[in-house]
Every structure is written in C-alpha cells, then in structure tokens.
T-cell receptor, first 113, second 115 residues
Framework: EAGVTQFPSHSVIEKGQTVTLRCDPISGHDNLYWYRRVMGKEIKFLLHFVKESKQDESGMPNNRFLAERTGGTYSTLKVQPAELEDSGVYFC???????????FGPGTRLTVL | AQKVTQAQTEISVVEKEDVTLDCVYETRDTTYYLFWYKQPPSGELVFLIRRNSFDEQNEISGRYSWNFQKSTSSFNFTITASQVVDSAVYFCALSELTGANNLFFGTGTRLTVIP
C-alpha cells in the first residue's frame, strides 16, 4: 500500500512568488492534515480536511495560504504571495478516522529567498 | 491550553547504550492520545506508538519501551541497546479528543548514536 506522498520534495522561490504544494493521502483515508515546521521550532498544525470539507483551519497563518481538496482525494496548499517567514517544511498526513494515528508524508521543504 | 515539552534538544550516546527521551505534556482534557514519531534523515515522520489517556500500562516493542505516567504528565521513550539506525529526530505529540484531533508536537529531540 502506497504511503502519503508529497510533491515537490523541495521548492526554492523568491519572495512574492506563488507556490503550490500537493499531497496525496493514503487511499481511503478521509482525514487529511497539513502541518508546518519552521526551522528549529515545533511542527504546527495548519488545517484538517474530512473528505473535501475543511474541518478546522485554525492553524492557517493568514490569508496568503489557501488549501483545497476537491473531490476528497489529493489536496493542494497554495502560498500566494510567499514571504520569507513561510520557509520551512510542510508536512501532510492522513488518517482513516478522526483520532487514529496519522501517517505522514516526507514533507516539502520550501525556501523563500 | 495544550503543550508538549521535549526538554532535550540533542542527545548523543554510544552504540549499545540505553537512552531515554523525555516528554512532558499539558492538557485540560481528560481524554487524549499521546504519540511518538521518528524522523530519520530521509525526512518522513514515522509513527511509533499511540497511547490513550486511560491506559497507563507501559508498553514494550522490541528495543523500544514507553513509560506513561499521568501523575507527572509524562510519556517517556526508552531505546535499549541503541543502534546507529536509531539516529533520528524523535517527536512527542498530543491529540485531544475534543476538537479537531490535530496533533500538538514538541520541538523534537535529535538522537545521535555513535558507532
């Protein structure tokens, strides 16, 4: 069974540009989560989808971040326009049911110059 | 408010030594889950264990063991006879059952096992 996959693995962009990160959860997992780890700090929750619905987006830092999960399968996280402080590793996780263990992808390392 | 503290930023041990990674948590909920994840150099987060707040029984899985103590709000992780492959960053996390069930992570402990 394929695990959670994320694309790209690395992205280097300039301040003001737009970047879109993609996450493919484990097949059949209704719950999809986005997290972010800024250098040296803890991994922080961004938002949670149940199927195509946003269950909780309380962790989204500001309106420059837009997450979608059309059709309840893969999800995208767009940052527009990117700022220096957006640099970090963005993790995606999925779980079969809410409360179960979350399986994480390898992360996307975003560098904003 | 929820909080997970991993006071040990970095630990180095010599191969075959035992090592304990500390985790202290804060939550107002009476029902919650605690987790440990391993992040090897390849970057992905690997699930190790989930423990619910009603089960204080210690758990052993091979060389790994976990000591959950509600009285001290701690969920410590011990690796026995450490190996070089254990070198990684280890994260402790908390999930409350009331709310969105998202994970609250500690800052991680980087473990280096020296051959």
């Amino acid at each position: 069974e394929a695990g959670v996959t994320q694309f790209p693995s690395h992205s280097v962009i300039e301040k003001g540009q737009t970047v879109t990160l993609r996450c493919d959860p484990i097949s059949g997992h209704d719950n999809l989560y986005w997290y972010r780890r800024v250098m040296g700090k803890e991994i922080k929750f961004l938002l949670h989808f149940v199927k195509e619905s946003k269950q909780d987006e309380s962790g989204m830092p500001n309106n420059r971040f837009l997450a979608e999960r059309t059709g309840g399968t893969y999800s995208t996280l767009k940052v527009q326009p990117a700022e220096l402080e957006d640099s970090g590793v963005y993790f995606c996780a999925s779980s079969q049911t809410t409360g179960n263990e979350q399986f994480f992808g390898p992360g996307t390392r975003l560098t904003v110059l | 408010a929820q909080k997970v503290t991993q006071a040990q930023t970095e630990i180095s041990v010599v191969e075959k030594e035992d090592v304990t990674l500390d985790c202290v948590y804060e939550t107002r909920d009476t029902t919650y889950y605690l987790f440990w994840y391993k992040q090897p150099p390849s970057g992905e987060l690997v699930f190790l264990i989930r423990r619910n707040s009603f089960d204080e029984q210690n758990e052993i899985s091979g060389r790994y063991s976990w000591n959950f103590q509600k009285s001290t709000s701690s969920f410590n992780f011990t690796i026995t006879a450490s190996q070089v492959v254990d070198s990684a960053v280890y994260f402790c996390a908390l999930s409350e059952l009331t709310g969105a069930n998202n994970l609250f992570f500690g800052t991680g402990t980087r473990l280096t096992v020296i051959p």
